[in-house]
């Protein structure tokens, strides 16, 4: 399995971004696909998740109305559309994936540990 993140970069305050995890040996289908984010001296906490199969959504509060996931399943990939960013946003961002019944929501998911990561891309917000 692998996952594979992209679209991170340098933004001012107020920007826009959209990251994209590509996966690779795993079908989406089955899995729930989430967004955490490590930002300096903070600890790792999630952002955002999807589900695989009925497209359900979570957004941690700090985020909500600013972000949206979505996903594309021919393509395999999850992506995270960020407006409006704020240099709290700045972190390494990595998307993960944990298999899931059709029973669970995104936001259950969120409470199960991810089974795959990708290496993280790079979101900086300058004021």
């Known amino acids: 399995v692998q996952l594979v993140e992209s679209g991170g970069g340098l933004v001012q305050s107020g920007g826009s971004l959209r990251l994209s995890c590509a996966a690779s040996?795993?079908?989406?289908?089955?899995?729930?696909i989430a967004w955490f984010r490590q930002g300096p001296g903070k600890e790792r906490e999630g952002v955002s998740c999807i589900s695989g199969y009925d497209g359900s959504t979570y957004y941690t509060d700090s985020v909500e109305g600013r972000f949206t996931i979505s996903r594309d399943n021919a393509k395999n990939t999850v992506y995270l559309q960020m407006n409006s960013l704020k240099p709290e946003d700045t972190a390494v961002y990595s998307c993960?994936?944990?298999?899931?019944?059709?029973?669970?929501?995104?936001?259950?998911?969120?409470?199960?540990?991810?089974?795959?990561w990708g290496q993280g891309t790079q979101v900086t917000v300058s004021s």
């Open positions: 993960a994936v944990v298999r899931i019944s059709p029973y669970y929501s995104a936001s259950e998911a969120m409470m199960l540990s991810f089974d795959f």
């Open positions: 040996g795993i079908t989406l289908d089955h899995y729930a």
